[in-house]
């Protein structure tokens, strides 16, 4: 018998967390670093990186294995105490069907997509965005909705930015509803506060002159339980020429009158109850529907119908140019990454529902309530509103701290509400056994299920709504589950290819660090539970805030925003703050030209005028015109804002100077943390010269893209700006960004896995990986392709810029023919003309095997044979697989009358040929679906032509 020798080096722990997360084995390491001729790792990145911006100490945290990752996870959930919370202020307890909890939320094909920005690989979630869409349109009776925001309150606060852009009213000033959520109350004031507007709290009936504002919101039903008909105030409004805001919930739709049809402008509101976990706080969709008019005026990503080259439907991101990337600082918002994972989850459930099963997920908890208020009442409680959806407030009197213990001891929390009163929030998800528990806490007897019904009767709904087929046909589980299946498998995600999106980072979403975004510890909390009920919770911030603070070298961390747009926003907000509380009043920014749309987006949100610095040839900020402009802006210098390594990938050694020159003036550095995959682990942001920075971990720290959000973009200050943080009502500040206290918790412990696996060496060695295979990637196209800009020794940092300009001289290829190419070749194209037009951004980062960045190789260096086909005439100038790309199953068969092969058509290198990722659709026509804007599901005709 031969005896095995076991040789313990190979996979020790450490060794293990890398070789799972990190794609280049050693030994490719070794070959790539052969083609780079590099003497070692190290030695390359002591090439790239400049020798006085690294950091002194290494991060010193140890690694740990998966199953200790997951024994760590597992005690601090334990010490997150789940009891049902009827706490309600926006957050309800919510059945995720479990169909949809799998083959969704966990679902890698769903929540490893990127953003639809390449139409023809993202049918499927397009879809189901429409889809979502439509519903919002339907439920709240207004023409067009968009594909999600971040959260309700951020919502609110873009409502009221829409209503004062879109309105006619020159007034000044924005009326809240005192029924809005606190939190919602206090986001719209930090909204409003930098830019001159005042925010008027009251009561609508009472307190509004219409004349006096440019727009109103009121909150439908109120938080406290009050569904008020607001037509007629509605009305008055119109009158002066005012917009209005219903801010309203989508279950509470499915029996009440809809905004729209009481002359609503604008509805905005939370889809979380629509299957979404609560999570602590999130993340959920948020959503925004609007009158037809305001369409163009609208803030985030509005899905809409266009057809491909054949002629057929296909779905795209429509009115792109009203974004952030396109007008900057004139841009309707900042808003990039939102919410469509949770989108497409709140969409599947009505899909899977129907609206016939929503209306009667609706009365239920109706009549839970009903049952409440009757049992309480009984024994002498008063119980307002008379009449209610969900929603009810109870006098108790002096005794109320006894009450909400006796709740809690009953495993229920309640809400406080004034002093003396206790609000109670019925769900879908609450069971009897908890009814009757909670009418014994009050010394009540339940007395059962009722049919009676406590709904204002002249705003019972009498409009239909959800009545397209597709929330009438996949009622049965099996028709669910390959409807989301069909749909998933239309679209490219990383469970498929590499997505080398440059300033994106789409790294791997280990399993492991997924599995717990599941556990009803993290995702049954609600964000306003007793704190001692989030005591892991506590426990998990406060060492991932230590390990960011470590990474970044700075000395506070919020957690507050959604996403890096409002990191930007709530770190220009804090920098305002400071500046403020010195007595200083500073307006300017300067951004360079190269800088990501939302960064002049943001300065604008808060009131900053932006002032644009040029960049060199070489893609570096011109520090002469840095100069110049801040000399000129002098005490005004507010703040700066740059993106590290440049939004070139280039590692520039002029960002002290940068730094230095803005503190000189008074102002303080905001460093855009997008490129932080070239850092950790090398160089500080809070070490050369900067103030404060977004990260965001949904690209460096691991947190799934979602195909288009979930995101979280906590900042990061150093000590003199941590008192000018955002607050938050819960605890009783004010200045929030978004509604709940940690932005979206439950997505927290993905990135502090992915920290705790890695430990500090790890985390330093994938940042070198991903420089490494950047690198790779130029030195192997270079000839091939120009590679634009490098750093002073010829290399680039975590990404590269290729040149596909000079393909459309000399053979009239496009970018965008080489992006839809590489479709057929089985990719996600780079990010695409930006920050260039014309050129590819390519970020492989440290998780992609080599074998994937050959295959990559090998369809980029096909490409550009193919150009050269053109160029010498072996090609078809317009008839080429080049122009025609992408192609489809349809390509195979039927006539054939093209100059090339469909077996070049379909299979070139790359392409798999058993495993071939096939397009739906074939090039999607962006022009037409602008020209004939359909925002929501087509009608049954076109469904019944397309299959004929
Ligand atoms: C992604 C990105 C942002 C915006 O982040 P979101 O989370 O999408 O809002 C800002 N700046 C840069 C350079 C980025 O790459």
Avoid at 396 to 422: D, F, S, W
Avoid at 547 to 569: R, V
Avoid at 634 to 658: K, N, Q, W
Wanted: hydrophobic share 40%; charged share 20%; aromatic share 6%.
């Amino acid at each position: 018998m031969r005896v095995m020798r076991y040789t313990p080096t190979d996979y020790a722990p450490y060794d293990f967390a890398n070789r799972r997360h990190i794609g280049p084995s050693p030994a490719e390491m070794e070959e790539m670093l052969g083609v780079l001729g590099a003497e070692s790792l190290d030695a390359l990145i002591a090439d790239v990186v400049p020798a006085d911006l690294r950091q002194g100490e290494e991060l010193d945290w140890a690694p740990i294995s998966e199953q200790e990752a997951l024994k760590r996870l597992r005690a601090v959930a334990d010490k997150n105490t789940v009891l049902t919370s009827l706490i309600g202020q926006g957050y309800h307890g919510t059945v995720t069907p479990p169909v949809i909890q799998r083959n969704i939320f966990e679902n890698p094909a769903w929540y490893t997509a990127y953003t639809p920005y390449q139409p023809e690989i993202s049918q499927g979630r397009l879809e189901a965005l429409l889809n979502y869409q439509t519903m919002i349109a339907d439920l709240t009776g207004l023409e067009i909705a968009n594909a999600s925001l971040l959260d309700e309150a951020t919502a609110a606060a873009e409502a009221m930015a829409l209503a004062q852009r879109a309105g006619k009213s020159k007034a000044t000033a924005f009326f809240v509803d005192h029924h809005c959520h606190p939190q919602t109350i206090d986001v719209i004031r930090t909204r409003a506060e930098p830019l001159g507007w005042d925010v008027i709290v009251g009561d609508p009936f009472a307190d509004l002159d219409p004349e006096a504002v440019f727009g109103a919101i009121f909150q439908y039903p109120g938080t406290y339980g009050h569904c008020h008909d607001f037509s007629e105030v509605i009305a008055k409004l119109h009158d002066a020429k005012a917009l209005a805001v219903v801010a309203a919930d989508p279950l509470a739709l499915c029996l009440l009158k809809s905004p729209g049809e009481m002359g609503a402008d604008i509805a905005i509101g939370n889809t979380q109850r629509f299957g979404v976990p609560l999570g602590a706080g999130g993340p959920h969709a948020a959503y925004m529907a609007c009158r037809d008019a305001y369409k163009r005026s609208m803030p985030g990503r509005i899905v809409g119908v266009s057809v491909d080259a054949r002629g057929n439907r296909a779905y795209r991101l429509a009115l792109q140019t009203r974004e952030q990337h396109i007008r900057r600082e004139k841009a309707t918002s900042n808003v990039c990454t939102a919410q469509a994972l949770l989108a497409v989850m709140a969409s599947m459930y009505a899909v899977f529902h129907g609206p016939a099963g929503l209306r009667a997920i609706a009365q239920r908890v109706h009549q839970k309530a009903v049952r409440v208020a009757d049992a309480l009442e009984a024994v002498g409680y008063t119980v307002e509103p008379g009449t209610f959806f969900d929603t009810i407030t109870v006098e108790v009197g002096a005794p109320r701290e006894a009450v909400m213990r006796a709740a809690v001891e009953a495993g229920l929390n309640l809400r406080r509400v004034g002093e003396t009163k206790i609000g109670i929030a019925l769900d879908e998800a609450v069971w009897p056994e908890e009814i009757a528990r909670l009418i014994a806490v009050f010394g009540g007897v339940d007395g059962g299920e009722t049919d009676a019904y406590r709904l204002p009767e002249a705003l019972i709904r009498q409009s239909e709504y959800l009545t397209h087929p597709i929330f009438h046909q996949n009622r049965a589980e099996a028709e669910m589950t390959r409807y989301m299946r069909r749909l998933a498998d239309r679209d490219l995600a990383l469970d498929r290819a590499m997505i080398p999106l440059g300033s994106c980072t789409m790294k791997l979403n280990a399993t492991v660090e997924m599995m717990p975004v599941s556990w009803p510890e993290f995702s049954a909390i609600h964000p306003f539970a007793p704190a001692d009920q989030r005591a892991g919770y506590a426990e998990l911030i406060e060492d991932l805030n230590a390990k960011l603070c470590a990474i970044t070298g700075y000395d506070a961390i919020s957690m507050q925003p959604n996403s890096g747009a409002q990191g930007e926003y709530a770190g220009l907000l804090t920098i305002r703050a400071y500046h403020k509380a010195r007595g200083e009043e500073r307006d300017i920014c300067l951004i360079p030209v190269n800088a990501h749309g939302t960064n002049p987006a943001s300065a604008q949100m808060v009131g900053l005028k932006v002032v644009v610095v040029k960049c060199t040839e070489r893609g570096d900020i011109d520090l002469d015109d840095f100069r110049a402009k801040a000399e000129e802006a002098g005490d005004r210098l507010a703040a700066c804002m740059i993106t590290y390594p440049s939004t070139h990938g280039v590692f520039e050694e002029t960002v002290r100077e940068v730094c230095e020159i803005t503190h000189a003036h008074g102002g303080q550095v905001y460093l855009d943390g997008a490129n932080l995959n070239a850092m950790v682990g090398l160089v500080k942001p809070g070490e050369i010269g900067a103030d404060v920075s977004h990260l965001n971990l949904h690209k460096t720290f691991c947190i799934p893209h979602g195909g288009g959000g979930p995101g979280m973009g906590p900042i990061g200050v150093k000590a003199h700006l941590a008192e000018h943080l955002p607050g938050h009502v819960s605890e009783g500040g004010s200045g929030a960004v978004s509604a709940a206290t940690f932005g979206s918790p439950s997505l927290l412990p993905i990135s502090w896995a992915y920290c705790l696996m890695m430990g500090g060496a790890g985390l330093t060695q994938a940042t070198k990986v991903a420089i490494l295979s950047a690198n790779y990637i130029a030195k192997r196209l270079e000839g091939a392709f120009d590679v634009l800009y490098r750093g002073s020794s010829g290399h680039v940092a975590h990404e590269c810029i290729i040149d596909t300009r000079p393909l459309k001289e000399s053979a009239g290829v496009t970018v965008d023919d080489v992006a839809k190419r590489l479709i057929d070749n089985g990719f996600h194209a780079p990010t695409m003309s930006w920050p260039v037009a014309g050129t590819l951004m390519i970020e492989p980062t440290e998780s992609e095997p080599k074998a994937e960045l050959d295959r990559f190789i090998a369809a980029m260096l096909s490409i550009r044979e193919e150009a050269r086909a053109i160029e010498d005439g072996t090609l078809d100038r317009e008839n080429n697989p080049l122009a025609h790309a992408p192609h489809t199953m349809e390509d195979l068969v039927g006539d054939w009358d093209r100059p090339y092969s469909r077996e070049q058509a379909c299979f070139p290198p790359g392409a798999f040929r058993v495993d071939k990722y096939w397009a739906p659709v074939n090039r999607v026509d962006n022009a037409y679906g602008d020209r004939n804007l359909v925002c929501s599901c087509p009608p049954l005709e076109e469904y019944l032509e397309a299959a004929e």
